[in-house]
């Protein structure tokens, strides 16, 4: 999976809850949350989002809650990759599930600015902030993991398994 | 010979059918309990829906308890709550909870003996490493997970590390388990146990009462870790026996077992404390918090909503009333608590204190309902996340205590201690 287009650049334990508030979570509509993705962190990360889009984070990204409805909105925002310099454990496993496309790289993470261009190719795992011309190498998934992604999400990996 | 296993260790090697495992190793395990709630349930069963199996893979070992929105806030949460049911009476899930017999799930499956040692739990809401106080292994996952454990009974680990904390001593007077996680997370931050499971030990942990070990291992998480394991002893089994549905099993670390780090925490250095916006890491005594006026009080919780705690918060508030700027909601955590506070007299003294009196919800906890903040508001509560917008605005601020100094914080209108009201 290739990817294109502008860091959204934030700092370190983006929680769950300023992901997505609690207070809409009376709906699992992936577009309903996508309205109010990040709204406690960025008031206008909303309406500034284009689709393929990046977020690029500090340590422990995604932590509290295990609520899927944090990955899902912000797939659904447009956003296609999230890069940080590490991820919370449940907020990991969700997106390996869900099929949100994450990258542990602490090295590209400093490196890039709020509003650079950045590329990513998830599965070389190779980053470059097209802006400054910089290249970077993100952690490879254990073959485990992989084969999840790989088949589209861990529904995806169960049915065939299953031979659904 | 098996190599030395922590505790975690052993009851993931044993759900797997190996006979040893070790940190990093992938294992596929069989799972005792699948749990979920009214906001992830249904995403689960969505997704549990689209993998064709039709039917769960063991209708006794699904819980369902929708506590987060229920009763249910508004219709949107109605319909959520809705699916929930729908789909637990479609499926024949015995573990289902309605209104007026369902309490927040932490403290409900315990209370009822529906969770016990040697389990290997999964459960869509984030506080399930609660049951790490019985002796059980039990994480947080997302929906998704839970949806294949409804069909499968299985779930993905990687093996983690293990981390032991080991608090001798005597805890002060006044000092309890709220406080000592609050300690720990204080010192490790909110990442210290990012992957890890983390192990409690020691005289302080040993002397105390299951209320407080299941409050410690509740906030596991808010370390980022991903179980938080008690070894079992006679204050567990006292617990269990004649409580859970079916036979437990100890899983004892061995004396050699390997752990990633280890931290000896003086019981004496532990005060009452108390986190600060907008992270549980950041901890100060709460003698050091008298300047911070508060506008409500929430005494409940999955972390604090057990009869101990209802007790502790009682014996403050007993003969006072809540400071005339200050709302205080106590809610205890299941019909049975909310019961013990009648039959012990504890639910007049809140009332009698003015304070208000909840049927079981997780509501305020996650800013879903019953005590929602206004903008610049703060809360003192007995609950287990202070993020940016966790309790209402994105403006106001909780703070996390024990029942004790929750107490004492409403009847003082500022952030303080029980000895401040004499």
Redesign the interface.
């Known amino acids: 999976m290739k990817f294109k287009g502008t860091a959204h650049r934030y700092g370190r334990?983006v929680?769950t809850?300023?992901i997505i508030?609690?207070?809409y979570?009376?709906?699992?509509d992936p577009a309903e949350l996508a309205k109010h993705c990040l709204?406690?962190?960025d008031k206008e990360f909303v309406s500034k989002v284009q689709p393929g889009d990046i977020i690029v984070a500090d340590?422990?990204f995604g932590?509290?809650?295990?609520?899927?409805?944090a990955?899902?909105a912000i797939k659904a925002a447009g956003v296609d990759v999230v890069i940080a310099k590490?991820f919370?454990?449940?907020f990991y496993?969700?997106s390996i599930?869900?099929g949100l496309a994450i990258m542990e790289c602490p090295e590209a993470v400093d490196a890039i600015s709020q509003g650079d261009t950045v590329s990513v190719d998830a599965d070389a795992g190779v980053i470059v902030d097209e802006t400054t011309g910089q290249t970077f190498t993100a952690q490879p998934f254990?073959p485990?993991?992989k084969e999840i992604i790989e088949a589209g999400?861990?529904?995806n990996r169960?049915?065939a398994k299953?031979g659904? | 010979m098996a190599r030395p296993m922590t505790m975690a260790e052993k009851i993931l090697a044993a759900h797997a059918g190996l006979e040893e495992v070790e940190p990093g190793q992938?294992i596929e395990c069989d799972l005792d309990l699948v749990l979920s709630n009214d906001?992830?349930a249904?995403?689960a069963i969505?997704?549990f829906e689209?993998?064709?199996?039709g039917t769960v893979f063991d209708p006794t070992k699904i819980a369902l308890v929708p506590d987060?929105?229920v009763p249910n806030?508004?219709i949107?949460?109605a319909e959520?709550a809705k699916i929930v049911r729908d789909f637990a009476k479609k499926q024949g899930i015995t573990h289902y909870y309605e209104v007026g017999c369902m309490g927040v799930e932490h403290a409900l499956l315990p209370e009822q003996g529906v969770v016990g040692a040697g389990d290997l739990i999964i459960?869509?809401?984030?506080h399930?490493c609660t049951y790490g106080a019985l002796g059980a292994f039990a994480t947080?996952?997302?929906?998704?997970?839970a949806?294949?454990g409804y069909?499968?009974g299985k779930a993905?680990f990687?093996v983690p590390e293990s981390i032991l904390f080991n608090i001798e001593g005597e805890l002060a007077p006044g000092v309890v388990g709220k406080d000592v996680i609050l300690h720990i997370i204080g010192m490790i931050g909110?990442?210290g146990a990012?992957?890890q499971a983390m192990e409690f030990t020691g005289s302080a942990i040993k002397s105390m009462s299951m209320e407080e070990r299941m409050s410690i291992s509740n906030m596991a998480?808010e370390a980022?870790g991903?179980a938080g394991l008690i070894e079992v002893d006679d204050i567990t089994r006292a617990y269990l026996d004649g409580r859970t549905e079916r036979p437990y099993t100890e899983y004892h670390p061995d004396a050699d077992a390997v752990y990633a780090k280890v931290y000896d925490i003086d019981a004496a250095d532990i005060v009452p404390t108390v986190s600060f916006p907008h992270?549980p890491s950041n901890t100060r005594p709460a003698a050091e918090a008298r300047d911070i006026r508060i506008d409500q009080a929430v005494i409940g919780s999955c972390t604090n909503g057990r009869i101990e705690d209802m007790r502790q918060a009682a014996e403050v508030l007993r003969g006072r009333t809540v400071h005339p700027d200050v709302r205080c909601i106590v809610i205890p955590a299941t019909q049975l608590v909310y019961r013990q506070c009648m039959e012990e007299g504890l639910t007049d003294v809140f009332l009698d204190a003015n304070c208000a009196v909840s049927t079981p919800t997780c509501g305020p906890c996650?800013?879903?309902y019953m005590g929602?903040l206004a903008a610049g508001e703060r809360a003192i509560a007995t609950t287990n996340?202070n993020?940016?917008?966790?309790m209402g605005d994105?403006t106001s601020e909780v703070y996390l205590s024990s029942p004790a100094v929750a107490a004492a914080s409403a009847v003082l209108g500022h952030i303080g201690l029980p000895e401040d009201l004499d």
């Open positions: 334990d929680d809850d300023v508030p609690a207070r979570l009376n709906t699992s709204e406690d962190l340590e422990n932590c509290g809650s295990s609520r899927e409805h990955p899902i590490s919370a454990r449940i496993r969700n599930n869900t254990p485990f993991i999400g861990l529904i169960t049915k299953l659904k | 992938l906001v992830t249904p995403i969505k997704e689209k993998i064709g199996t987060h929105y806030k508004d949107k949460s959520q459960g869509a809401d984030s399930t947080g996952v997302g929906s998704t997970d949806g294949v069909a499968t993905w990687k909110v990442d990012l992957y998480i980022g991903k992270l996650l800013g879903g929602i996340r993020f940016v917008g966790r994105p």
